[in-house]
């Protein structure tokens, strides 16, 4: 047994250099298996923490709206962003990739974020894309609301002085 450790030592000495090797033998040397995926979670975890800055946009049956406005991205035919849909009755914060594509004039959710509103705990994540809505006038409900929203993002400029629609700055979510 010691020997195949020491063969198997040697093999990830020679792929890893530097501190991954180092790494890598502390944790083969103790066999904590545990160890290496409690590393890599934390990393995970860490990785997927950002700052957001919402801006409230409109509210619908109890629904509040809000851009991260760090997250806007405007080209030719097509505008990004992460838009937040607050249900304080749910105690839930969805957070919504969105496409929004100019042309068609619709849009499409790329993943999906839900939260636990009050202590903005991750408790669900999906990258299964969504279908593709429309916004144009014909829309009710829900997609006049994105409509709203695409216009927002559209308009957004940084403007330091103006904090008049923030919320949560700074905060940051997982």
């Given at each position: 047994m010691?020997?195949?450790r020491?063969?198997?030592?040697n093999?990830?000495?020679?792929?890893?250099?530097g501190?991954?090797a180092?790494?890598?033998?502390a944790?083969?040397?103790?066999?904590s298996?545990?160890?290496?995926?409690e590393l890599l979670?934390?990393?995970?975890?860490a990785?997927a923490?950002h700052?957001?800055d919402?801006?409230?946009v409109?509210?619908?049956?109890?629904?509040?709206y809000?851009?991260?406005?760090n997250?806007?991205?405007?080209?030719?035919?097509?505008?990004?962003a992460?838009?937040?849909?607050?249900?304080?009755?749910?105690?839930s914060?969805?957070?919504?990739?969105?496409?929004?594509?100019l042309?068609?004039?619709?849009y499409?959710?790329?993943?999906?974020?839900?939260?636990?509103?009050?202590?903005?705990?991750?408790?669900?994540?999906?990258?299964?894309?969504?279908?593709?809505?429309g916004y144009?006038?014909?829309?009710?409900?829900?997609?006049?609301?994105?409509?709203?929203?695409?216009?927002?993002?559209?308009n957004?400029?940084?403007?330091?002085?103006?904090?008049?629609?923030?919320?949560?700055v700074?905060?940051?979510?997982?």
């Amino acid at each position: 047994m010691k020997i195949i450790r020491n063969m198997i030592t040697n093999n990830m000495i020679n792929c890893f250099k530097g501190a991954v090797a180092t790494v890598a033998m502390a944790f083969l040397l103790m066999g904590s298996i545990f160890g290496a995926a409690e590393l890599l979670s934390t990393t995970s975890t860490a990785e997927a923490t950002h700052r957001v800055d919402r801006h409230f946009v409109d509210s619908l049956d109890g629904t509040g709206y809000y851009v991260d406005v760090n997250t806007i991205n405007v080209w030719d035919n097509e505008v990004t962003a992460d838009v937040y849909m607050v249900k304080a009755l749910y105690n839930s914060m969805y957070c919504y990739g969105v496409v929004y594509n100019l042309e068609n004039q619709s849009y499409q959710y790329t993943y999906t974020k839900i939260y636990q509103y009050d202590t903005r705990k991750l408790t669900s994540y999906s990258e299964v894309p969504s279908l593709v809505y429309g916004y144009s006038n014909a829309a009710i409900g829900n997609n006049m609301i994105m409509e709203e929203v695409l216009r927002f993002c559209q308009n957004y400029r940084p403007d330091p002085n103006n904090i008049m629609n923030n919320t949560d700055v700074g905060e940051l979510l997982d």
